[in-house]
């Protein structure tokens, strides 16, 4: 199993680009989420799912959008990027929400200038 | 709403010595706890859960921790650390209530373990 894939690794944007983080997972699972990690800050969530169809924003959706059309897939869309946007994402997912853990992919780090 | 609190942010410890890394959390609901950790430039992994039950829990890599309802604490310990457990710690929790879905993060401990 692959579990999450997240792509791409590493990204650099130009102020007022867009961008989309991809996120994949093979496992079947329902719930999916999207987490920014900052120094000193933590991870924060961003949007979540509990299934195809289904979303729901977190603690700092602004700037974000997300949707879910099949139970796979979970892309994180950056409409127009802002210096405040650098960081690192993580998708994870789970079977039952928090309860089973969540399985977390590597990471995309990005960084807009 | 919850918040949790890790109020050291990094831990120096030799190895072989016994570590303990402390949480604290605030909710106005039941929760279930958690403690992730985050190897360098990787992605979390789950390192144990309390969700009901004996409030001791153990967790993969020797690590263990106590749910303390009282003192809304999460505390994790392992008795001896490794060079390999060097990593930064996070404890998380999320409510009973409905779906369970969103957790909750503290800012982390890095754990430093040196010889």
């Known amino acids: 199993n692959a579990g999450v894939t997240q792509t791409p690794k590493f990204q650099v944007l130009k102020t007022g680009q867009s961008m989309t983080l991809q996120c994949a997972q093979d496992?079947?699972?329902?719930?999916m989420s999207w987490y920014r990690q900052d120094p000193g800050m933590g991870l924060r969530l961003i949007h979540y799912?509990?299934?195809?169809?289904?979303?729901d924003q977190g603690e700092v959706p602004n700037g974000y959008n997300v949707s879910r059309s099949t139970t796979e897939d979970f892309p994180l869309r950056l409409l127009s990027a802002a210096p405040s946007q650098t960081s690192v994402y993580f998708c994870?997912?789970?079977?039952?929400?928090?309860?089973?853990?969540?399985?977390f992919g590597s990471g995309t780090r990005l960084t807009v200038v | 709403a919850q918040s949790v609190t890790q109020l050291d942010s990094q831990v120096p410890v030799f190895e072989e010595a016994p570590v303990e890394l402390r949480c604290n959390y605030s909710?106005?609901?039941?929760?279930?706890l958690f403690w992730y950790v985050q190897y360098p430039n990787q992605g979390l992994q789950l390192l144990l859960k309390?969700?009901?039950?004996?409030?001791l829990v153990k967790g993969i890599n020797g690590f263990e921790a106590e749910f303390n309802k009282s003192q809304t604490s999460f505390h994790l310990r392992k008795p001896s650390v490794h060079i390999s457990d060097t990593a930064e710690y996070f404890c998380?929790?999320?409510?009973?209530?409905?779906?369970?879905?969103?957790?909750?993060f503290g800012t982390g401990t890095r754990l430093q373990v040196t010889l």
């Open positions: 994870a997912s789970s079977t039952r929400g928090t309860v089973n853990g969540y399985t």
């Open positions: 496992m079947n699972h329902e719930y």
């Open positions: 799912s509990v299934g195809a169809g289904i979303t």
């Open positions: 909710s106005s609901v039941s929760v279930y």
């Open positions: 309390y969700l009901s039950g004996s409030t």
């Open positions: 998380a929790v999320s409510d009973r209530n409905g779906t369970a879905s969103k957790l909750t």
